[in-house]
């Protein structure tokens, strides 16, 4: 059984770091594209960035580029996420996400985590 | 506001065919594939259609979705009270982005 869970959420104040984290199981974790996306407060959905299987090719939506990183730990079958600068429209629920294939150049998601509430605020 | 546009609301009586637009352009649903996810309320998002027109295993053929040019529709046949949820249409832009479109909040009336 494909499992995502996330952890690292919480709050931090405008400027802040916080670091999320996806362990993975139940599939080959290194053969799959994986992102994360979030959703503001009774908004919609957000791509936020994806990393292709092996973590060479990394993408990132223009809101975050230059302030998240993402990676992965194939030994750990584990996605991160390192947020800096955060501001208070990063506020959300994170979630990661499994891609159907390899593909990091897509938004076809066929496992998703529970979600981690990430609040910016002073 | 999104790059991909849905109607913000759609509406139906069980029994009904709704259907739900999205329009794009010509360097995402134009030249890629185009996903849909149902959304139930407090729940992670699921994936309901894939590559345009595909079923995962386990959605309903009930759900079915198409593409032309620029626009694509999600179709929800034979309604059900449970098929009450916000959905979202989502494709690839040649920009190297994710888009999804803003989610369309359907409920059966």
């Known amino acids: 059984e494909v499992q995502l869970v996330e952890s690292g959420g919480g709050l931090v104040q405008p400027g802040g770091s916080l670091r999320l984290s996806c362990a993975t199981s139940?599939?080959?974790?290194?053969?799959?594209?994986m992102s994360w996306v979030r959703q503001a407060p009774g908004k919609g959905l957000e791509w936020v960035s994806g990393?292709?299987?092996?973590?060479?090719?990394?993408y990132y939506a223009d809101s975050v580029k230059g302030r998240f990183t993402i990676s992965r730990d194939n030994s750990k079958n584990t996605l991160y996420l390192q947020m800096n600068s955060l501001r208070a429209e990063d506020t959300a629920v994170y979630y990661c996400?499994?891609?159907?294939?390899?593909?990091?150049?897509?938004?076809?998601?066929?496992?998703w985590g529970q979600g981690n509430l990430v609040s910016v605020s002073s | 506001q999104s790059v991909l546009t849905q109607p913000p609301s759609a509406s139906g009586t069980p029994g009904q065919r709704v259907t739900i637009s999205c329009s794009g352009s010509?360097?995402?649903?134009?030249?890629?594939?185009v996903n849909w996810y149902q959304q139930l309320p407090g729940a992670a998002p699921k994936l309901l259609i894939y590559?345009?027109?595909q079923r995962p295993s386990g959605v309903p053929d009930r759900f079915s979705g198409s593409k032309s040019g620029t626009s694509a529709s999600l179709a929800i046949s034979g309604l059900q009270s449970e098929d009450e949820a916000d959905y979202y249409c989502?494709?690839?832009?040649?920009?190297?982005?994710?888009?999804f479109g803003g989610g369309t909040k359907l409920t059966v009336l």
């Open positions: 996400a499994k891609g159907k294939g390899n593909m990091v150049r897509g938004v076809t998601f066929d496992y």
């Open positions: 139940g599939f080959t974790f290194s053969s799959y594209a």
């Open positions: 990393i292709s299987g092996s973590g060479g090719t990394t």
């Open positions: 590559s345009n027109n």
């Open positions: 989502a494709a690839w832009d040649d920009s190297l982005n994710g888009l």
């Open positions: 010509s360097s995402n649903i134009g030249s890629n594939t």
